[in-house]
């Protein structure tokens, strides 16, 4: 049996994948979007470092703990 | 040639049959009471995060309906309605079903954990919960009052898209979801006297067949009635107003009439003019969930401007 590249499985699959394809990129755009919207809502997206996972004094305004 | 040979011969499921596992049309009217419970409330969401959580709220509706389908297949095959949907046709393996419920569930959930609050995830959880194991499993087949308890599901997602605004539950949000709760009964049962079923069957408990036509008759003009001071108690919240009230007063003055219209006939009146008037009642049913949730919609906008409300 001759193994071809394009079997005929790809093409009767083409709408299906297609479909997982789009829905895919849908889902990359939103996660995307709500980054974009969360980060932004915080009003100074310098904020944003206070997500990481350690302490950083770097970001503890001036005058406050030493 | 090889086993792949044996594969070509078998229906492959398309995007098509995967989306029909998901109910689009229950899914429609889900995203509509999401979307005011969402607009009326009285906190401002970002226009994109509002739109990621009423996609949750009909993404989890969407599951919650494809694990219906996996549990009900045996039922669905039975009935002339059901039939042809995926699961019993073949077209989608109920195993599929299943796992395609369980994870758009678990997606949905999440998402909207992090999208939104944590109260609006738990009450979508919930909610599909509901669905699937109270009325779906237990309900369902065993007692001819599934659509009363069960209706509190499809109740849910207005006080879902509250939830997504403001983080809470409130006097308007368990208005809103009584609404639909009572709504769902005499709009069911008013179907399910001129609609033919055959879920007698399929070994499904159905009022109509269960306790008699006439009792079902007076089903309908109890839960009508219990369903109007809901109604107009809403409009006297913060979310309702005149506008709102004139509505109201209107469609629950329909309905009512309907309902007793309903009541007062028998068996032959129903033959001699072929269910008109459960027919007419039943119509006038689905322009009242829309007239009260449109209204709400109306009362909200015009507080932008400042109008509206008491």
């Not at chain 2, 028998?266 to 119509?283: Q, Y």
Request: net charge neutral; hydrophobic share 55%; aromatic share 12%.
């Amino acid at each position: 049996m001759a193994i071809k590249v394009e079997h005929e499985m790809h093409e009767r699959r083409r709408g299906r994948n297609m479909g997982v394809g789009l829905l895919l990129i849908g889902f990359i755009g939103i996660i995307f979007g709500l980054t974009v919207v969360k980060v932004l809502q915080l009003g100074d997206a310098a904020q944003f470092e206070k997500f990481d996972h350690v302490a950083r004094p770097q970001i503890v305004p001036e005058g406050g703990n030493n | 040639m090889s086993d792949i040979s044996i594969q070509d011969t078998q229906y492959e499921a398309n995007m098509g049959d995967y989306f029909a596992l998901l109910k689009p049309r229950v899914m429609s009217l889900v995203v509509f009471t999401a979307l005011v419970g969402l607009l009326v409330a009285p906190m401002p969401v970002h226009p994109f995060i509002g739109f990621v959580g009423i996609l949750c709220i009909a993404v989890g509706a969407g599951a919650s309906g494809a694990l219906n389908m996996w549990w009900d297949a045996d039922i669905d095959a039975r009935m002339k309605r059901t039939a042809g949907r995926p699961v019993p046709s073949g077209r989608v393996a109920a195993g599929e079903a299943l796992g395609i419920g369980l994870g758009l569930s678990g997606f949905a959930i999440v998402l909207l954990a992090l999208a939104t609050n944590f109260l609006a995830a738990f009450l979508l959880a919930f909610t599909i919960f509901f669905y699937a194991v109270v009325y779906s499993m237990w309900l369902k087949r065993a007692t001819p009052q599934n659509i009363v308890i069960g209706g509190a599901a499809g109740a849910f997602p207005p006080m879902i898209g509250w939830a997504v605004a403001t983080g809470g539950v409130s006097i308007e949000s368990v208005l809103m979801f009584a609404l639909i709760f009572m709504w769902t009964p005499p709009h069911f049962w008013a179907l399910a006297l001129f609609v033919k079923s055959d879920y007698g069957n399929a070994g499904v408990p159905m009022l109509t067949e269960t306790h008699g036509r006439d009792a079902t008759r007076k089903h309908v003009i109890i839960y009508t009635l219990l369903l109007v001071p809901v109604a107009l108690g809403l409009g006297l919240t913060s979310i309702g107003g005149p506008v709102y009230m004139a509505v109201a007063v209107v469609m629950n003055g329909w309905f009512l009439k309907g309902a007793y219209d309903i009541y007062r006939r028998d068996d032959a009146a129903c033959e001699a003019d072929k269910h008109a008037v459960e027919i007419s009642v039943f119509k006038v049913s689905l322009y009242y969930l829309f007239a009260h949730f449109g209204a709400l919609l109306i009362e909200a906008a015009l507080r932008q401007y400042g109008l509206g409300g008491w």
